[in-house]
């Protein structure tokens, strides 16, 4: 099946400073990359996605990048806030198969 | 709409006993997915359904889980005998179409067997 790796597992970053979140997959059929941001005792809710026509897409504060070649895709956090502190989860196999998540800390 | 509505929010059972879990999808979503959530192996996807069919089952951990979606607006994940292990959060999530689009994920139902 298909493998995606995503790092780090723990990311602490100072409130105003950006982050960043990476994930490598497998399978060079994937056409579809989502983000999701899951906040404490919640439900995981997408923030941004990608397909694999586009290298980068941003929205407000966050964006995500893709390299299809290299097989890796990461999301970007920048001016981060309190309420940017979750846990992220990248999705690949057509948002099928998840990541094992990076719980960001904004420290104040 | 709602959103996707997941019951019960809490159940907590004796190893050995029939846990079933419910889910209404969003209305006029073709696709429902059930994922469990634990520490150690993150979200994985159990099943999914395509117009109430089971599509891919294989990551339905072995025989004493079944799913079953007798029609558009609900779907039951059962667990029978369940185990300890089984403790998890499972999670319904249901989109328009299965590839490439967003999924709407449900509250979740946090699942300990004592």
């Known amino acids: 099946g298909e493998n995606v790796e995503q790092h780090p597992s723990t990311l602490s970053v100072q409130e105003g400073d950006s982050a960043v979140i990476k994930c490598t997959y497998s399978?060079?059929?994937?056409?579809?990359f989502p983000w999701y941001k899951q906040e404490l005792g919640k439900r995981p809710q997408l923030i941004i996605d990608i397909r694999s026509n586009v290298g980068e897409k941003k929205d407000q504060r966050i964006a995500v990048t893709l390299n299809k070649t290299a097989k890796h895709f990461s999301l970007h956090i920048t001016e981060t806030q309190p309420e940017d502190s979750a846990v992220y989860f990248c999705a690949v196999t057509d948002g099928l198969t998840f990541g094992k998540g990076t719980h960001l800390i904004i420290q104040p | 709409d709602a959103g996707v509505i997941q019951s019960p929010r809490h159940e907590v059972t004796e190893m050995g006993q029939e846990v079933t879990l419910r889910c209404k999808p969003i209305?006029?979503?073709?696709?429902l997915f059930w994922y469990r959530q634990t520490m150690m192996r993150g979200l994985e996807l159990l099943i999914y359904?395509?117009?109430?069919?089971?599509?891919?089952d294989s990551g339905m951990p072995e025989d004493r889980f079944s799913a079953k979606m007798p029609n558009a607006s609900f779907s039951t994940l059962k667990i029978q005998p369940s185990e300890p292990r089984d403790s998890a959060v499972y999670f319904c999530?249901?989109?328009?179409?299965?590839?490439?689009?967003?999924?709407?994920f449900g509250p979740g139902t946090r699942l300990t067997v004592l």
């Open positions: 359904f395509n117009n109430n069919v089971p599509i891919d």
């Open positions: 209305s006029g979503h073709d696709y």
């Open positions: 399978d060079s059929a994937s056409n579809y």
């Open positions: 999530a249901s989109s328009l179409l299965a590839g490439g689009n967003e999924q709407f």
